[in-house]
């Protein structure tokens, strides 16, 4: 969901030079999003039918300027797998913000109803539009 979300706030001159994708730390590669994903995700005009999950791998990790990850034990499961990537591995919510939010991660809906899926959606776009600024100043940085 973080990848369509993502993908559908970029401003249209960004979305063909800023490559966004979304991998587990367990995933399985090639499966589909799940049933309730594709149907919350579809409320909100984004069509992720052609998402495939891929495992994340040493060298997605080491080609990218920014991984996000939406609870803590992720991160800290990153660092640890890639120490060298350790400034460019965030939890969601905690990126620049300059005081930790109490509750920082977010949930995998994994397994559980829709109500649960579109809790997630909503908090990951929330999240995605309160940086979004940021990282389109990081996007330019560089450009003409």
């Not at 993908?7 to 001159?13: A, E, F, G, T, Y």
């Not at 991160?75 to 930790?100: S, W």
Request: proline share 6%.
């Amino acid at each position: 969901m973080a990848e369509g979300l993502l993908k559908h706030l970029l401003p249209p001159p960004l979305r063909d030079s800023v490559r966004i994708l979304s991998s587990g730390t367990h995933a399985v590669d090639g499966m589909p999003a799940s049933d309730e994903a594709i149907e919350v995700m579809a409320e909100k005009s984004i069509d992720i039918n052609d998402f495939r999950s891929r495992s994340l791998s040493t060298g997605l990790v080491a080609s990218s300027d920014i991984v996000f990850v939406m609870e803590e034990h992720h991160r800290l499961e990153l660092i640890e797998r890639y120490p060298g990537q350790r400034d460019n591995v965030f939890l969601l919510r905690t990126f620049d913000r300059k005081h930790r939010p109490l509750h920082t991660g977010i949930t995998d809906p994994f397994g559980r109803g829709l109500s649960e899926y579109r809790a997630c959606r909503d908090d990951i776009e929330s999240e995605i539009r309160r940086i979004l600024p940021r990282l389109l100043e990081l996007a330019y940085q560089g450009r003409p």
